[in-house]
């Protein structure tokens, strides 16, 4: 059980904004989001992670809905190694059982 | 080490043989799962160690599978008599409590059965 709901995949063209929903409705007040990437069959990578404050870094921004039940990861130029499955995760911050779901394929176009 | 490492990377097995694959986890990580990857499908959970806790292995798909977790380090994830649907990449990924990145994940070991 995932805990969350993302678009099977989605399309964006190269150098535009990527925008990556996620619904995670039932969240708790201690459970942070996370997001990960999945190049082709590379192990996934930390991309960000936030609980309720919007966040960036150099990957990435995270928008969270101010009722934490949805969130937005925004990558802002996209590039076609951006090409991936994303993965939004949520997670209580000091236990460490995360569960991956299905994700989102994101497919950059030239 | 720096990171989670699996061996071997990749691996070439007959139907009806037995497997290991071996994954090293970060020092200090308490917490280790193993994932399987069939060609374009998502992860697929298959076991959880955290700490000196029974694992949780509710995602093993068939009691060909097992795994182990000796001095809550080193892993190993045996199939016994391989079929050629165990065919995928398995991932394994290591944390712990503290780590704020959440989990590290390995490079995966890609198994065919033929």
């Known amino acids: 059980d995932a805990k969350t709901t993302q678009p099977t995949s989605m399309d964006c063209a190269e150098g535009r904004a990527a925008n990556l929903p996620c619904n995670h409705s039932?969240?708790?007040?201690?459970?942070?989001v996370y997001w990960y990437r999945q190049i082709h069959s590379q192990g996934p990578q930390y991309i960000i992670h936030?609980?309720?404050n919007n966040e960036t870094n150099e990957m990435a921004s995270l928008i969270i809905t101010e009722d934490r039940k949805s969130s937005t990861l925004i990558l802002p130029h996209a590039t076609l190694r951006d090409t991936a499955v994303y993965y939004c995760?949520?997670?209580?911050?000091?236990?460490?059982?995360?569960?991956f779901g299905a994700g989102t394929r994101l497919t950059v176009k030239p | 080490g720096a990171g989670v490492s699996q061996s071997p990377s990749n691996k070439v097995t007959e139907k009806g043989k037995d497997v290991e694959l071996r994954c090293d986890p970060i020092?200090?990580?308490?917490?280790l799962y193993w994932y399987r990857q069939s060609l374009g499908q998502g992860l697929e959970f298959l076991i959880y160690?955290?700490?000196?806790?029974?694992?949780?292995k509710s995602g093993l798909p068939s009691d060909r599978f097992s795994a182990e977790r000796t001095g809550g380090s080193v892993s190993t994830l045996t199939i016994q008599r391989t079929q050629q649907e165990d065919s995928a990449v398995y991932l394994c990924?290591?944390?712990?409590?503290?780590?704020?990145?959440?989990?590290?994940f390995g490079s995966g070991t890609r198994l065919t059965v033929v």
């Open positions: 990924a290591s944390s712990s409590r503290q780590s704020k990145y959440g989990y590290t």
């Open positions: 039932t969240i708790s007040g201690n459970e942070y």
């Open positions: 936030g609980l309720k």
């Open positions: 995760i949520v997670r209580v911050y000091n236990n460490n059982d995360m569960r």
């Open positions: 020092s200090g990580h308490t917490a």
């Open positions: 160690f955290q700490g000196n806790s029974a694992p949780d």
